[in-house]
């Protein structure tokens, strides 16, 4: 039998399986949603494996909480549109511009919200430049990122991995690879927090990461270099401008976010789960086990990859409309009670990455830096510990991540690291995509202001996590 959802910002009838205890459509947001979002899923996914959610106040969406009809909607390009200009009630004016998830779910002239021939051509700007990255280069430079932050919390024996390491690691990653000056990074920083937050202002958030970004694509259009901004604009795809700004918000997104939710999430499951707590007591580091569990059960991305029906269909037997958005569970379709085995170890077939044409195109890259982040750390304080019970840390809300709030632990006090290797710029021998003409790009000598700069760029971080944590 087909089950029908409901259209626009209706709400089902009593005895719809999408109300929840208190008779109202299940939430995506909100405190008990962050504490247990396994709850939710659970409710949902007893009466089926799509069912309608309100993902903020009046903002209505199809949940896919099944592994095999999450991986029919995002392997099916011919019957489900990544294009939000389909969204009904969006157009219409039935969900209002300054909801909290607009930005998140908006149309953005990039590679994510595109098909077809579109698609083809931004995504490949965005995996030919990604591929001209030097790995073990990339590597080293996050060995040196890490180790500065460490050098920063040693003396102290403790502090909050997630807002002194975990969050800054991957915009110090970030501002490497596009080439990003200290000042343009505050803004994208501050604007990309934003919007992925459900308690800020989303259209503040989405107008400073905007002129961040128009900044940084005016500053590499005047002097190009070799990060991967100046390697887009000199791509044979010849984005504008326009162009370039919403591509470098989709990486930048993707890029800093999920990687520090990432991060974050393996370090809790490393100091808190036996599994993995035991074996670091041996003096052996599961880390790759680790980030394996963290993207089957817990990924940094929980809820997202929105598509639109190109008409009304069914989907696992609910019928779903055209023009109403299709949310993939990532996490619910991840621990489907109907996968078989329980072997996660090695096991790369989680939809955390998503799937189909809209792949995460820098997943390896992405994985590296959480990697060597968590053994870095690991390896520099092997006594360390979380300075509350696990099931004390919160979680902060919002329909798309899986993100805490924060991490604090304790170690005994140690030194700076031992560097006897002189600091060079990581980018020197990319490894160039055949399908790409070289760019008329060079790397200029840090100039004798660069610690000034640095200086600033510290100081920018850390008055942007003040303001973050008194949200």
């Not at 949902?44 to 009046?58: D, F, I, K, T, Y």
């Not at 579109?118 to 890490?146: C, F, M, Q, W």
């Not at 998503?354 to 590296?368: D, F, I, N």
């Not at 760019?439 to 000034?452: D, F, I, K, L």
Request: charged fraction near 25%.
């Amino acid at each position: 039998m087909t089950t029908p959802l409901p259209v626009g910002d209706a709400v089902p009838p009593p005895g719809c399986p999408a109300h929840a205890g208190d008779g109202d459509v299940e939430r995506l947001y909100g405190p008990e949603f962050a504490a247990d979002p396994l709850a939710s899923y659970t409710r949902l996914r007893a009466h089926g494996s799509v069912a309608p959610v309100e993902m903020a106040p009046g903002v209505h969406a199809a949940l896919v909480t099944g592994y095999g009809p999450a991986l029919e909607v995002l392997r099916s390009p011919e019957r489900f549109s990544k294009d939000p200009r389909r969204w009904r009630a969006l157009a219409d004016g039935t969900v209002p511009a300054d909801s909290p998830v607009v930005p998140m779910m908006m149309y953005r002239p990039n590679a994510l919200w595109a098909d077809g021939d579109d698609h083809r051509r931004l995504r490949g700007a965005i995996t030919d430049s990604l591929g001209r990255l030097d790995p073990n280069a990339l590597k080293g430079y996050v060995e040196h990122s890490a180790d500065t932050l460490i050098d920063r919390i040693g003396p102290k024996g403790r502090a909050d991995l997630l807002g002194e390491y975990g969050a800054v690691l991957p915009l110090l990653v970030f501002n490497q690879l596009f080439g990003c000056p200290p000042d343009i990074g505050d803004k994208l920083v501050e604007g990309m927090s934003g919007i992925f937050d459900a308690d800020t202002d989303s259209e503040k958030a989405n107008a400073v990461l905007t002129e961040g970004v128009a900044e940084l694509v005016a500053l590499k259009r005047d002097q190009p270099g070799q990060d991967v901004t100046s390697w887009m604009m000199a791509h044979p795809a010849g984005l504008t401008d326009e162009e370039m700004m919403h591509q470098l918000v989709l990486l930048m997104g993707a890029g800093t976010e999920p990687q520090q939710n990432l991060i974050c999430n393996g370090l809790r499951l490393l100091l808190s789960d036996d599994r993995f707590a035991g074996d670091l007591a041996g003096g052996s580091m599961p880390v790759e086990d680790a980030i394996d569990e963290v993207l089957w059960s817990d990924p940094p991305i929980a809820n997202y990859a929105v598509h639109y029906p190109r008409h009304d269909l069914e989907l696992d037997g609910t019928l779903v409309r055209e023009g109403e958005p299709i949310v993939i569970s990532l996490a619910a379709a991840n621990t489907d009670p109907g996968l078989a085995g329980d072997r996660r170890a090695g096991n790369r077939a989680h939809l955390a990455w998503s799937a189909g044409p809209h792949t995460c195109p820098a997943k390896g890259p992405a994985r590296s830096i959480a990697a060597v982040a968590l053994e870095k750390l690991l390896d520099r304080l092997p006594d360390i510990e979380l300075e509350v019970p696990v099931e004390e840390l919160e979680w902060r809300q919002g329909p798309f991540h899986r993100a805490l709030a924060a991490l604090p632990v304790r170690f005994p006090p140690i030194g700076p690291a031992d560097r006897t290797a002189a600091e060079s710029d990581w980018i020197t021998d990319p490894v160039l995509s055949a399908s790409i003409a070289p760019a008329p790009t060079s790397t200029a000598g840090e100039p004798g202001s660069a610690n000034v700069a640095r200086q600033r760029w510290w100081s920018s971080l850390a008055r942007w996590w003040q303001r973050r944590r008194a949200m």
